[in-house]
């Protein structure tokens, strides 16, 4: 007989990734206000389907999935995003003066040439 034990972490790691960079990018935003999250959702828009939405939270809403990134970052997905995000990394990098966040979203089948949206297969 096996047993498995249940580590919410563990669960989670084919969900989302953050690089470094993007931790820290987070890290500053929330910095002013501790024990807030990062929730990531997605909504309808576009000419190819999808956008994501991230916004500063108080809390997570009930059902989000929760993913604690750092002592200091924890990011909260909500439930019309899971299976539109799973395996996604998220990455900020810097564009000259511009930083920018970028989706690497493996489900991605097409995305709209101005880059605001995109479709899953």
Do not use: W
């Not at 999935?65 to 970052?73: F, P, Y």
Request: net charge negative; proline share 3%; charged share 20%.
């Amino acid at each position: 007989m096996q047993v498995e034990t249940f580590t919410p972490d563990k669960q989670n790691d084919d969900l989302v990734q953050l690089t470094a960079s993007a931790i820290q990018h987070f890290e500053s935003k929330l910095a002013a206000q501790p024990g807030y999250v990062v929730r990531l959702s997605t909504k309808t828009s576009g000419c190819s389907g999808y956008a994501y939405v991230l916004d500063i939270a108080e809390q997570a809403k009930d059902g989000d999935t929760l993913i604690k990134a750092s002592d200091k970052l924890t990011l909260s997905i909500a439930p019309n995003a899971v299976d539109l995000i799973r395996n996604t990394e998220i990455d900020y990098i810097k564009e000259g003066l511009n930083g920018v966040l970028k989706f690497n979203n493996p489900n991605v089948v097409a995305e709209c040439g101005c880059g605001e949206s995109f479709n899953v297969g």
